[in-house]
């Protein structure tokens, strides 16, 4: 069955990074667009970074364009975040999912990023 396992997140004062991963089993990984979206406390889950099959193509929120990448590994069947300059306004749950038809069919479990002095 298909499983997208997150890894990376926790806690981090602002200016600071932290790299994301999501390891996926149970389909052909390099056939799918993936993508990262977060939830806020309060706030609804928002797309955050999509990256193309071989990675040719990226795109990003607006609020993250420049301090967000987005990347991937097809040899080892995982998608990245890595994400720099980190504010309080980043802090949320960070979820991988896989893309079907421009729609997100699967959803990993979630990791925590928390940013705050």
């Known amino acids: 069955q298909v499983q997208l396992v997150e890894s990376g997140g926790g806690s981090v004062q602002p200016g600071g990074s932290l790299r994301l991963s999501c390891v996926a089993s149970g389909f052909t990984f390099s056939t799918y667009f993936m993508s990262w979206y977060r939830q806020a406390p309060g706030k609804e889950r928002e797309l955050v970074a999509v990256?193309?099959?071989?990675?040719?193509?990226?795109s990003y929120a607006d609020s993250v364009k420049g301090r967000f990448t987005i990347s991937r590994d097809n040899a080892k069947n995982t998608v990245y975040l890595q994400m720099n300059s980190l504010n309080p306004e980043d802090t949320a749950v960070y979820y991988c999912s896989r893309r079907w038809n421009s729609k997100v069919d699967y959803w990993g479990q979630g990791t925590q990023v928390t940013v705050s002095s």
């Open positions: 990256i193309s099959t071989a990675g040719g193509s990226r």
